[in-house]
C-alpha cells in the first residue's frame, strides 16, 4: 500500500461521509478515484481497497472511541455506508487539508514499521497522532512534552547530524551572555523532558553536551571540514545514567540497599536497565549496579527518600550524606 495514496483515500471517504449522506462501496470508490486523477495518481481497481480502508478508519474510530464510527447498512444488493450518528469527520478539523494528508503520511509509514525490533515506541507514536488528528477535545492519553524552546532547532540540529554539517551556534549558559562556537554535531538525546545534544567544539577533542532551549541561534559553517567521531552513541550511556561522562570518570561497583517498597518498584522501573537485583524477602533487596557516579544518579537514588541507600563504595556513600546533610541544613534555616 501506498501511504500517500492511502491518505488520500482516507480523506475523500471521509468528506463523502461527513455530509451526512449514504454512500456505497462504488459511489466512494469513483469519488477517491476523481481525486486521485486529479493529482496524477493512479485510481483504485479493487473493490476491496474500498472496503480496507473503510475497516481501517473503523479501526481508528474504535481505538479512540470505544466503537466504530462508520455504520453500513444492506438494502437489497447494495451495501450503504454512512457515518454513524453524531460524526461529521474523522479529522480534527482544526487542522488544513495539506497537514492532515502529512500526518497521514507519516503515520502510515510508522504503521508499516511495527513490529521491528526497538521500534516498540511506535504503537505510542500511532496513537498520539490518532489522538491529535480525530480526538481534539478528548484526552485520552497524556504525554509528556519537551522543555520551552526544545523544537526550534530540533529539525535543523537533526538534519546537520544527518547530512554531517559543522554548525555556528550562539548559546547562552544559564547566568552568562550567549557565546558563539563553533561544533561538529554527532547526536541527540532526551532526558527528564530535555534535549541534549552531543557534539564536540572545533579545537577540541571531548564530547560536549548542549541543551537545545539554551540555543539563541544555528547556522551551517561551510568554512571548517566536518570531524567525525569514533564514538558509538549506541553505547555511550551504558555505563552512565542520564548525559552526564563526569570529567576522570571510572566505572565503579556500585551496591545500593532498599527495603521491600523500592524492591518492588526497582523491578518495574530501574535506575539502569544493566542493573542487578538480589532480592531479601521482607528485608528488601541489594541493587548491584556498575557506572560512574554522576549526578543524574546521585537524584535517581534521592528520589526514593529513605527506602534506598548507598552501601558502598564508601565514598559515594559519604557524597550521599553529605547531600541529606546539606537539605536538612536548608529546612533547618526556615
Same mark, same amino acid.
Given at each position: 500500500m501506498k501511504t500517500k495514496d492511502y491518505s488520500m483515500r482516507e480523506m475523500i471517504i471521509d468528506q463523502c461521509l461527513g455530509t451526512g449522506r449514504e454512500y456505497t462501496r462504488e459511489e466512494l470508490q469513483a469519488a477517491v478515484n476523481k481525486a486521485l486523477e486529479s493529482r496524477d495518481m493512479l485510481p483504485v481497481k479493487s473493490k476491496v481497497t474500498i472496503l480496507q480502508d473503510i475497516?481501517?478508519?473503523n479501526e481508528k474510530f474504535?481505538?479512540?472511541?470505544?466503537e466504530y464510527g462508520i455504520v453500513s447498512e444492506?438494502?437489497?444488493?447494495?451495501?450503504?455506508y454512512r457515518y454513524r450518528d453524531g460524526i461529521e469527520s474523522i479529522y480534527n478539523r482544526e487542522l488544513t487539508f495539506d497537514e492532515i494528508e502529512k500526518l497521514q503520511e507519516v503515520r502510515s509509514l510508522l504503521q508499516g514499521l511495527r513490529g521491528m525490533p526497538q521500534? !516498540?515506541?511506535?504503537?505510542?507514536? @500511532?496513537?498520539?497522532?490518532?489522538?491529535?488528528? %480525530?480526538?481534539?477535545?478528548?484526552?485520552?492519553?497524556?504525554?509528556?512534552?519537551g522543555t520551552a524552546g526544545d523544537s526550534r532547532f530540533f529539525l535543523q540540529l537533526f538534519n546537520a547530524i544527518?547530512?554531517? %554539517?559543522?554548525?555556528?551556534? !550562539?548559546?547562552?549558559r544559564f547566568g552568562y551572555e550567549p557565546k558563539e562556537r563553533i561544533i561538529h554535531p554527532y547526536h541527540l538525546k532526551q532526558f527528564m523532558r530535555r534535549w541534549y545534544l552531543f557534539a564536540?567544539?572545533?579545537?577540541?577533542?571531548?564530547?560536549? @553536551?548542549?541543551?537545545?532551549?539554551?540555543?539563541? @541561534?544555528?547556522?551551517?559553517?561551510?568554512?571548517?571540514?566536518?570531524r567525525k567521531t569514533d564514538i558509538d552513541f549506541n553505547h555511550y550511556f551504558d555505563d552512565i545514567v542520564g548525559i552526564t561522562h563526569p570529567d576522570g570518570g571510572v566505572v565503579e561497583h556500585i551496591v545500593l540497599e532498599g527495603d521491600s517498597w523500592a524492591d518492588n518498584y526497582l523491578h518495574t522501573l530501574p535506575i539502569h536497565p544493566l542493573q542487578k537485583i538480589e532480592s531479601l524477602g521482607e528485608k528488601g533487596c541489594l541493587v548491584k549496579l556498575d557506572l560512574m557516579i554522576n549526578r543524574e544518579l546521585?537524584?535517581?537514588? %534521592? @528520589?526514593?527518600g529513605d527506602h534506598l541507600k548507598?552501601?558502598?563504595?564508601?565514598?559515594?556513600? !559519604?557524597?550521599?550524606?553529605?547531600?541529606?546533610?546539606?537539605?536538612? !541544613?536548608v529546612y533547618d534555616e526556615e
Open positions: 475497516n481501517e478508519m474504535y481505538r479512540i472511541y470505544e444492506r438494502r437489497g444488493r447494495k451495501t450503504y521500534l !516498540e515506541w511506535i504503537d505510542q507514536m @500511532s496513537a498520539r497522532f490518532d489522538q491529535q488528528i %480525530m480526538s481534539p477535545n478528548q484526552t485520552i492519553a497524556s504525554f509528556e512534552e544527518n547530512q554531517k %554539517m559543522v554548525l555556528t551556534i !550562539e548559546y547562552q564536540t567544539i572545533e579545537g577540541k577533542e571531548f564530547v560536549t @553536551s548542549f541543551a537545545l532551549d539554551r540555543f539563541v @541561534s544555528v547556522r551551517e559553517n561551510k568554512e571548517v571540514a566536518y546521585e537524584r535517581e537514588i %534521592m @528520589s526514593y548507598v552501601v558502598s563504595p564508601k565514598h559515594f556513600q !559519604e557524597r550521599m550524606k553529605e547531600l541529606y546533610r546539606t537539605i536538612e !541544613e
